[in-house]
């Protein structure tokens, strides 16, 4: 129904901002935008269980994120361009992890296995 793509993901120091993006491509016979879907950036650092980062589903108005980077990082969406994006400040050395965008069409889960689709994923170095 989608295909994700992510990127933007790099090196940057404690303290550094990076934004993230999320490219998304419905399908001809789904022709529908990102606003239909929830959409969710996941992140899972070398040993460690995927976490949830935040997510949204514009077409209900509904925001959320994890409580380790409220304040910090911020969704948001192109609708015209199909983008997501996760603008990320204040980074810090516990950031640093592989992210991944993510998409549903059925409702918005801060559960990683409620997500259908998924990119690839890109890489966010942190270093102190």
């Known amino acids: 129904q989608v295909d994700l793509r992510e990127f933007g993901g790099g090196l940057v120091q404690a303290g550094g901002s990076l934004r993230l993006s999320c490219a998304a491509t419905?399908?001809?016979?789904?022709?529908?935008?990102?606003?239909?879907?929830?959409m969710a950036w996941f992140r899972q650092a070398l040993g460690k269980k995927r976490e949830f980062v935040a997510a949204s589903r514009w077409s209900h108005e509904n925001i959320y994120y994890a409580d380790s980077v409220k304040g910090r990082f911020t969704i948001s969406r192109d609708s015209l361009k199909n983008m997501v994006y996760l603008q990320m400040n204040n980074l810090k050395p516990e950031d640093a992890a592989v992210y991944f965008c993510a998409a549903d069409p059925r409702r918005l889960s801060t559960n990683a296995l409620e997500y259908d689709f998924w990119g690839l994923g890109t890489q966010v170095t942190v270093s102190s």
């Open positions: 419905p399908s001809a016979l789904a022709p529908i935008t990102i606003d239909d879907y929830a």
